[in-house]
C-alpha cells in the first residue's frame, strides 16, 4: 500500500502540503483517558509523525464506555501500554513515545514538541503541564462535565496562562459524570483544532468553544 | 451599555444567551450581579455567591477577557463597554 493511498481521502480535502505538515509534527497528548484516547487515535490515523503520550493510568471497567483504545481485555493493563500497540495497529508509520507517570511541575517536555493536547481530567495537573511548556509551545485544552464541555488554544508565553483563565474553577469531589458520545465530540473538536494549529491556521487561539451537549449550542468566549 | 453573556449551565438555567445593561457610575461586579439577578425571575445567585456573599468555586467570572479573582475580585469596577462573561467549565478528561 503506498503512503498516498493511506490519506488519499483526507488530501482531498486538505491537500499535498498540509499532509507533510502532518507528518514532520511532533504532538504531545497528555492523559490517555477519554480524550486522550479518540484524539491520540485521530491523530494516528490522520499520519501525525509522532505521538508523545504522557499517562499513569491502567484499564478499569468505568473506562470502557468512552476510552475508545481499550477493550474488556485490557482490563488492569496499563493504558500507556495499549494505546502505543493500538495505535501501531492503526497506522505503523507513526512513531509513539510513551511518557509514564502523573504530569506534575518536575515533568521534563521532549524537546522537539510544538503541540501539546491537555487531555488531562483535572484542573491541577492541567495548570502544572502548562507550567513546563516552553514559550511558543501551542496548547489545545479540552474538558467535560456531564453535557458541557470546552475547546480552548493557548500559545505558552502570548496568551494568558489557563491557570489564570480558570482560577477558582471546581474540581468535583470523586469521579466526574462524563458519557462516552460526550467525550468523543469535544475529543473530535479537539482533533479538528490541533490540525489547525498544526497547518498554522489555530480556530480557538485564545478563544474557547463552549459546547453545549444537551442542547447542541455552540458559543465563543474570548480570552 | 455592558453586555453579560451566560455560558453552559447558567445559559440553561436563564434560557439566555445574553443581557446587556445600560452601565451605572461606580459599580462593581458584585452590584452588578444583583441589578442581573432582578432580570430573572429564576434565581441565580446561589450558584455565583456563597452564604457569605463569597464567590462560590465553580463559575468563573470574566471582564473584558480577565478572570475576575486576578482582578479586584468582586469589587472589580464595571464600566461602560465592558463585556461581562460568567462561565462553569467542565472539568473531566
Known amino acids: 500500500m503506498a503512503v498516498d493511498e493511506r490519506y488519499m481521502r ?16 511532533r504532538v504531545l497528548v497528555a492523559g490517555i483517558g477519554g480524550l486522550g484516547a479518540t484524539v491520540s487515535q485521530l491523530l494516528a490515523r490522520a499520519g501525525v509523525g509522532k505521538l508523545y503520550l504522557v ?27 495499549i494505546a502505543k500497540e493500538r495505535l501501531l495497529q492503526i497506522n505503523s508509520t507513526v512513531r509513539v ?36 511548556l516552553p514559550s511558543g509551545t501551542f496548547l489545545v485544552h479540552g474538558g467535560i462535565e456531564r453535557e458541557q464541555g470546552q475547546v480552548l488554544t493557548l500559545k505558552v508565553g502570548n496568551s494568558q496562562p489557563l491557570a489564570e483563565i480558570f482560577s477558582g474553577a471546581l474540581q468535583p469531589a470523586g469521579k466526574i459524570p462524563v458519557t462516552g458520545d460526550g467525550v468523543v465530540i469535544i475529543a473530535g473538536l479537539m482533533a479538528n483544532e490541533l490540525f489547525s494549529v498544526i497547518f498554522g491556521q489555530p480556530k480557538l487561539l485564545n478563544r474557547c468553544l463552549v459546547v453545549g451537549l444537551g442542547d447542541l449550542h455552540l458559543s465563543f468566549l474570548d480570552v | ?25 461606580d459599580e462593581n ?65
Not at chain 1, 499517562?55 to 501500554?81: C, F, M, N
Not at chain 1, 481530567?121 to 495548570?127: A, E, I, K, L, V
Request: glycine letters at 6%; aromatic letters at 8%.
Open chain 1, 10 to 25: 483526507q488530501v482531498l480535502h486538505w491537500g499535498k502540503e498540509k499532509q507533510r505538515r502532518l507528518e514532520t509534527a
Open chain 1, 55 to 81: 499517562d499513569d493510568g491502567l484499564v478499569d471497567w468505568p473506562d470502557l464506555h468512552r476510552q475508545l483504545l481499550y477493550t474488556e481485555a485490557d482490563i488492569g493493563r496499563s493504558k500507556l501500554d
Open chain 1, 97 to 132: 513515545e510513551l511518557l509514564p507517570g502523573r504530569i506534575d511541575t518536575s515533568f521534563k517536555l521532549p524537546a522537539d514538541i510544538s503541540f501539546v493536547a491537555d487531555c488531562l481530567d483535572n484542573y491541577s495537573s492541567r495548570f502544572d503541564l502548562e507550567v513546563c
Open chain 2, 1 to 25: 451599555m455592558i453586555r453579560i453573556q451566560f455560558y453552559s449551565l447558567l445559559r440553561l438555567l436563564l434560557k439566555e444567551e445574553k443581557l446587556d445593561l445600560p452601565a451605572c457610575t
Open chain 2, 29 to 93: 461586579i458584585e452590584q452588578l450581579l444583583q441589578r442581573v439577578q432582578k432580570h430573572f425571575s429564576t434565581p441565580f445567585l446561589h450558584k455565583l455567591l456563597d452564604d457569605q456573599g463569597g464567590l462560590h468555586a465553580g463559575t468563573i467570572i470574566m471582564v473584558n477577557r480577565r478572570n475576575i479573582l486576578h482582578l479586584e475580585s468582586l469589587e472589580t469596577p464595571v464600566r461602560d463597554g465592558d463585556l461581562i462573561a460568567f462561565f462553569p467549565p467542565g472539568a473531566g478528561g
